[in-house]
């Protein structure tokens, strides 16, 4: 079973969208796909990225019918902050996330496992976000915005992936009311750099191809 972390340069990037597609795409190639949140934030009744993972993982994969919604999300607080600030006193509960993982990674071939915000969130007085991909053996695949600034975030982003030495890949989650200023600012840049950036929805296929060079 293989797993890919799904982390971002920020909040509100695109991360869910960006899994719902992929979900979509793996499972059109024949895998039995999975979703996994360990940790959401801003919850006050039900943890709506988790839901929407979820419906999307149930209606692709038979062997997740049984699956609820604290398996996908086995934790939540309610304040809309990083982990570390959304727990006040409480410990972060491993066993929940651990079981909760066991229990999935069982049901699919590729397991897509969502982060909170960017790679430096606290989650506790140990933990970032990042070490999740070495938690759960994971790629990772970073997801960038396409406002100005992007090339600040990925850049930095990246930077931090290749000294932590972790296998990643990258993309760029290009909203439409981005699409102009992205393409007159940002994509010159990614072209020289990168030579071949993933921008989503449109380069689903090719990054498909590259994901799975890593199962």
Not at 5 to 22: A, C, E, P, R, W
Not at 49 to 64: H, R, S, T, V
């Amino acid at each position: 079973m293989k797993r890919f972390f799904i982390s971002g340069t920020g909040t509100n990037v695109g991360k869910t969208y960006t899994t719902l597609m992929l979900m979509e795409y793996f499972a059109k190639k024949g895998y039995r796909v999975g979703a996994f949140k360990p940790i959401e934030t801003g919850v006050l009744e039900k943890p709506e990225d988790g839901e929407k993972l979820l419906i999307k993982a149930k209606k692709l994969n038979p062997d997740f019918q049984d699956i609820v919604i604290k398996d996908i999300v086995p934790i939540t607080f309610a304040l809309p902050a990083a982990p570390f600030v959304a727990k006040k006193n409480q410990k972060i509960e491993y066993e929940k996330i651990d079981l909760a993982f066991e229990k999935l990674k069982k049901r699919c071939d590729v397991l897509f496992i969502e982060g909170a915000g960017g790679l430096m969130v606290p989650v506790d007085e140990k933990y970032y976000m990042i070490d999740f991909a070495t938690y759960f053996d994971a790629v990772t695949l970073l997801v960038s915005h396409g406002k100005l600034g992007c090339i600040n975030d990925t850049l930095l982003s990246l930077n931090l992936l290749k000294q932590k030495k972790l296998p990643h890949l990258w993309c760029v989650n290009l909203k439409e009311d981005d699409k102009n200023d992205f393409f007159k600012t940002t994509l010159p840049y990614y072209k020289y750099y990168f030579k071949n950036p993933y921008i989503l929805p449109n380069d689903i296929e090719t990054l498909y191809d590259k994901m799975i060079n890593f199962i």
